[in-house]
């Protein structure tokens, strides 16, 4: 089945800094997703972006879906950012069935 | 966009008894989805609920122990069977945005603690 990987599994930033975060996948996909997982489990949508570049306030999409990955940009982190980050995608010849990535799990400190 | 409830939004259980999980869209959707979250995990599609027809099941999950109901277009049921320890998880349902391929939206979840 497709792979889908996420780097760097843990980050840890200081609040205002900037990061970005990668996901790459092993095979053509008809959907790409980024959800933001809370604290308290709610899978939050970020972006639906299967190919192309988005924004969205203070984050940014991009996915290249002829080289297989996608990165999202958070820019002048804060606390609230703090959670899991999923990627998520649909294999293309699927019936839109979501894998996801295993996460990255992002602590923003004050 | 949709607006996915839950029911429970948590529980906890004792070994040997089962547990339903409730899900309502306000909207008809075509596909429904159920999700597990293992704790620390990530999230592991267990089945496709399809209305008029028998859900279909991912590898590893099978239907005496995780029974589905999709009686109408905006509601479905996933049922935890003979539950044991390692089943205490994050069950969430997701539905597809129309058109097929589209944005797919997450329920809460429900948070069940099997002892």
């Known amino acids: 089945g497709i792979q889908v990987e996420q780097s760097p599994p843990d980050l840890i930033l200081q609040e205002g800094a900037n990061s970005t975060l990668r996901c790459n996948f092993s095979?053509?996909?008809?959907?790409l997703q980024w959800f933001h997982q809370n604290p308290w489990g709610q899978l939050i949508n970020l972006f639906y972006?299967?190919?192309g570049t988005k924004q969205n306030g203070r984050l940014s999409a991009t996915t290249v879906a002829t080289e297989r990955y996608s990165l999202l940009y958070i820019s002048s982190s804060q606390t609230t950012d703090s959670g899991v980050y999923f990627c998520?995608?649909?294999?293309?010849?699927?019936?839109?069935?979501?894998?996801f990535g295993k996460g990255i799990t992002l602590s923003v400190r004050p | 966009s949709a607006v996915i409830s839950q029911k429970p939004s948590r529980d906890i259980c004792q070994r040997g008894t089962s547990l339903t999980i409730q899900c309502q869209v306000d909207?008809?959707?075509?596909?429904m989805f159920w999700y597990r979250q293992q704790p620390g995990q990530s999230l592991t599609l267990i089945a496709t609920?399809?209305?008029?027809?028998?859900?279909?099941?991912e590898s590893g999950f099978v239907i005496d122990k995780f029974p589905i109901s999709r009686p109408n277009l905006t509601f479905s049921t996933l049922t935890v069977s003979n539950m044991s320890p390692e089943d205490s998880s994050i069950y969430l349902c997701?539905?597809?945005?129309?058109?097929?391929?589209?944005?797919?939206?997450f329920g809460p979840g429900t948070r069940l603690l099997v002892l």
């Open positions: 909207s008809q959707v075509t596909m």
């Open positions: 609920a399809n209305q008029g027809s028998e859900a279909t099941y």
């Open positions: 095979d053509s996909v008809n959907n």
């Open positions: 997701s539905v597809e945005g129309t058109g097929g391929h589209e944005t797919q939206y």
């Open positions: 998520a995608v649909d294999l293309a010849g699927a019936n839109s069935k979501l894998t």
């Open positions: 972006i299967p190919s």
